[in-house]
T-cell receptor, first 112, second 111 residues
Framework: GENVEQHPSTLSVQEGDSAVIKCTYS??????FPWYKQELGKRPQLIID?????GEKKDQRIAVTLNKTAKHFSLHITETQPEDSAVYFC???????????FGSGTRLLVRP | DGGITQSPKYLFRKEGQNVTLSCEQNLNHDAMYWYRQDPGQGLRLIYYSQIVNDFQKGDIAEGYSVSREKKESFPLTVTSAQKNPTAFYLC??????????FGEGSRLTVL
């Protein structure tokens, strides 16, 4: 079955710096890659997703890149702010599948 | 106010007891899910249901049971057969494959 590995498990950056979280997946059939953000004590929420027909997607300060050949995708956060501090989860699935497989999460701390 | 509601928020159980976690949604979503969240292990799928009266096992279904008698409701029973039930449980729903909308979670502690 699909397996998603996520690194690093924790990441600490200075406010204003960039943060990068990387994930690799095992199933080459996967073609949908969302990222969820879970603030402390709150529910996970989708922040951005990408499908395999594109290599990069941006939404303001966040971007996701996908390398299908290498089977990895990354989340990039620029100009980090304290409110970006949270746990971020990557995930993977394929069209028509309801089974979304999550990575183990990255705890991001943005130091003021 | 549309959303997905889980109850109770905190639950304590003695070993050997079954416990049922409630999940209700008024988003008119066809699909519903149960995930388990443990520190350092991300979100693991327990069961999911694509439509009323149908559900499938996820990756860690052993020791759990579900039912889907109504579109709005997808309760999860943690049975005494679950060897390590202490965890944070998240319910989610979706219109289909794609974005999941999560509830606020239920924290189960076995004493």
């Amino acid at each position: 079955g699909e397996n998603v590995e996520q690194h690093p498990s924790t990441l600490s950056v200075q406010e204003g710096d960039s943060a990068v979280i990387k994930c690799t997946y095992s199933d080459s059939a996967s073609n949908y890659f969302p990222w969820y953000k879970q603030e402390l004590g709150k529910r996970p929420q989708l922040i951005i997703d990408i499908r395999s027909n594109v290599g990069e997607k941006k939404d303001q300060r966040i971007a996701v890149t996908l390398n299908k050949t290498a089977k990895h995708f990354s989340l990039h956060i620029t100009e980090t702010q304290p409110e970006d501090s949270a746990v971020y989860f990557c995930a993977a699935s394929w069209d028509s599948s309801y089974k979304l497989i999550f990575g183990s999460g990255t705890r991001l701390l943005v130091r003021p | 106010d549309g959303g997905i509601t889980q109850s109770p928020k905190y639950l304590f159980r003695k070993e050997g007891q079954n416990v049922t976690l409630s999940c209700e949604q008024n988003l008119n979503h066809d699909a519903m899910y149960w995930y388990r969240q443990d520190p350092g292990q991300g979100l693991r799928l327990i069961y999911y249901s694509q439509i009323v009266n149908d559900f499938q096992k996820g990756d860690i279904a052993e020791g759990y049971s579900v039912s889907r008698e109504k579109k709005e409701s997808f309760p999860l029973t943690v049975t005494s057969a679950q060897k390590n039930p202490t965890a944070f449980y998240l319910c989610a729903s979706s219109t289909g494959p794609g974005e999941l909308f999560f509830g606020e979670g239920s924290r189960l502690t076995v004493l």
